[in-house]
Each structure stands twice: as C-alpha cells, then as structure tokens.
T-cell receptor, first 109, second 115 residues
Framework: DAKTTQPPSMDCAEGRAANLPCNHS???????VYWYRQIHSQGPQYIIH???NNETNEMASLIITEDRKSSTLILPHATLRDTAVYYC??????????FGTGTRLQVFP | DAGITQSPRHKVTETGTPVTLRCHQT?????MYWYRQDPGHGLRLIHYSYGVKDTDKGEVSDGYSVSRSKTEDFLLTLESATSSQTSVYFC??????????????FGPGTRLTVL
C-alpha cells in the first residue's frame, strides 16, 4: 500500500503557484520522497525527490518539513500544461516505487 | 526525455492468444520494469529486471512472463491473454535500484485490449 496521503484534487489559476501537499507520517529515516506526474494518456514523468533538505530544479521545488512527516511540491508559475495527476511517493524498504492515487491538479485560465 | 520506446503502442487481440510487448531503451540502464495501469488501481508493478537474464516478480505477475536477453530490450509476454489483462502497460528504466535517490523514467505506454 502507498505510504502517503494526498488530496484527490486541486485547482490552480494559470500563472499562480500550485502547492501540492503530501502527508507521509510513517516515513523512516532513510526513505526519500519522490514526486512524479502523469499527464493524460502519457507515461509518468519524474519531477523531483528529496530526503530532508528542500530541493529545487527547473520544474519544481520540494519543501519537506523538519520532522519529515509531510512535504509540499511547488510549481511556481503553473501553466495549462501542468494539468496532470501528481503522485507523492515514499520509497519503501523493498526499494520499489508504489504509486497511490495521487492529486489531480487542474490549472484553469 | 529518456530514450525509451514501447511497441506496439496499441493492440487489440482476442482471448487466448499470446501477446508480446516490447520495451527498448537507449540509456544503457541496468534496471527495467513493467507496470500496468487500471482505473482505481494506479500503477502496479508486474515484473522487473536487474540485468541481462535477471528478472523478478512484482505485485501482479500472474499470467505474465518476461525476458531480457539484451540490456536494451525487455519483453513482456502474455502467454494466453484474458480480458482482465486489458490495460495500459508502461515500461520504466533506472540506473540503480538499491541506491536511494535514483529516479525511474517511463515509456509512452502500450494500450492493450483483449476481447
């Protein structure tokens, strides 16, 4: 079973920041948090990952709380092409990615 | 985008026929995976490979077999397709498995319909 909890859906206005939350209260010390997204009918796309420090790349920022029990993916300036299902994944001790049901982000004009 | 292709991209077949899906990568990554995606279930791991001729079962392996005779190719075979295997199949690759902090990269998917 997925070890994360995400809201099923969110809306965001184009040009605004999209902040997608994820709870992972049972995360263990050596587990990373990964974010992927899936645009309709396409394969999942890797976005970013982190352990405990905040991370930023060309796609997004990842903010992990100090206790590591939750995180937030930030898309700083959402566009219509960011409409997708976003998956927050904690990699378990079998080293397999387990996808939950994710958050469906709808970016509107 | 990672160099991953899947073939065919769409296939319609009849119950009881054998089907083989192909995943081809140009990244020389050691690890390759097959997932299926169904409404209400998300992505589920079928089989994976950690090297040439080295494979292992995933969460939903019944009814599927795999083979990897070359680093770049990972084949998924449905020996006798059933309607419950109608799904979208994704291949993925990664450089490493046991090292944390390594991402998987996914192919475009194969939509399989079993009538």
């Amino acid at each position: 079973d997925a070890k994360t909890t995400q809201p099923p859906s969110m809306d965001c206005a184009e040009g605004r920041a999209a902040n997608l939350p994820c709870n992972h209260s049972t995360i263990s010390g050596n587990e990373y948090v990964y974010w992927y997204r899936q645009i309709h009918s396409q394969g999942p796309q890797y976005i970013i990952h982190g352990l405990k420090n905040n991370e930023t790349n060309e796609m997004a920022s990842l903010i992990i709380t100090e206790d590591r029990k939750s995180s937030t993916l930030i898309l700083p300036h959402a566009t219509l092409r960011d409409t997708a299902v976003y998956y927050c994944i904690v990699r378990d001790n079998t080293d397999k990615l387990i996808f939950g049901t994710g958050t469906r982000l709808q970016v509107f004009p | 985008d990672a160099g991953i292709t899947q073939s065919p991209r769409h296939k319609v077949t009849e119950t009881g026929t054998p089907v083989t899906l192909r995943c081809h990568q140009t990244e020389n990554h050691r690890y390759m995976y097959w997932y299926r995606q169904d409404p209400g279930h998300g992505l589920r791991l079928i089989h994976y490979s950690y090297g040439v001729k080295d494979t292992d079962k995933g969460e939903v392996s019944d009814g599927y077999s795999v083979s990897r005779s070359k680093t770049e190719d990972f084949l998924l075979t449905l020996e006798s397709a059933t309607s419950s295997q109608t799904s979208v199949y994704f291949c993925a690759i990664s450089e490493s498995e046991r090292v944390q902090g390594v991402a998987q990269y996914f192919g475009p998917g194969t939509r399989l319909t079993v009538l």
